[in-house]
């Protein structure tokens, strides 16, 4: 089941929650989605919204077939928290667009994206608390200048990174953040070869690399090949 192609403006708060059948959402028009509006939609794969300015929190809560988000054309400055955390976890590759208006990741806001392995966030300045923690096959993050704030638990659990650019050296870099596994039982397993790359010296980032045993290795970016 598909819904598209209707003059709406806004979506109440959990106006389509539950709807199992719901597969394709694609509104021209849509320019507010209120809290848990989509909460519990598993079978919707495909979400286009260029026009949205606001998403609630828990918007797109555990809708685990998603595996293609277009905002790339909207407005939003926000995504906020759990916007699109899932259990379980999703099955497919996910393809993510934002847009370059986006300043916040909300905490836990892509929280268990498995098929999630890129995001551009070239434009934002604050990733909330665990917003892509247990990301397992998250490899590639692009990152803002201007990143200001990387909260605990951010990128824990994204097994498959193997480095972090933080191109503003005085980033406030929280609590295992950066460079965790997941391991069983939600040990901290942290990463044998991590590398975190930052310009000017380091800061934040080269004190983050070596605090509480850590030794990741740290790398200017200006020596980059």
């Not at 054309?73 to 993510?96: G, N, Q, R, V």
């Not at 790359?197 to 690399?209: F, K, L, M």
Request: glycine share 8%.
């Amino acid at each position: 089941v598909g819904v598209m192609d209707y003059k709406l403006n806004e979506i109440g708060e959990e106006a389509f929650s539950g709807c199992e059948k719901l597969s394709v959402f694609s509104f021209d028009s849509v320019e507010v989605i209120g809290d848990r509006a989509f909460e519990n939609c598993s079978s919707l794969t495909s979400l286009c919204l260029p026009k949205i300015r606001s998403l609630g929190k828990g918007a797109f809560y555990c809708c685990p077939a998603l595996n293609e988000i277009d905002l790339s054309a909207s407005t939003l400055t926000e995504i906020p928290e759990s916007a699109f955390e899932c259990f379980p976890t999703y099955k497919s590759d996910t393809d993510i667009k934002l847009p370059s208006t986006l300043k916040t990741i909300g905490k836990k806001a892509f929280y268990h994206m498995d098929g999630l392995r890129m995001i551009n966030l070239s434009h934002v300045t604050n990733i909330g608390e665990s917003a892509f923690e247990f990301c397992g096959r998250l490899k590639t993050v692009y990152t803002s200048d201007d990143l200001a704030s990387i909260g605990d638990h951010a990128f824990y659990g994204c097994n498959d990174m193997t480095y972090f650019v933080c191109k503003n050296p005085d980033v406030h870099i929280g609590n295992d953040a950066l460079g965790y596994d997941y391991v069983r039982n939600y040990y901290q397993g942290k990463k044998q070869d991590f590398t975190l790359w930052s310009s000017n010296g380091g800061g934040n980032v080269r004190a983050y690399a070596a605090a509480d045993g850590r030794n990741f290795q740290y790398k200017n970016t200006e020596d980059a090949p």
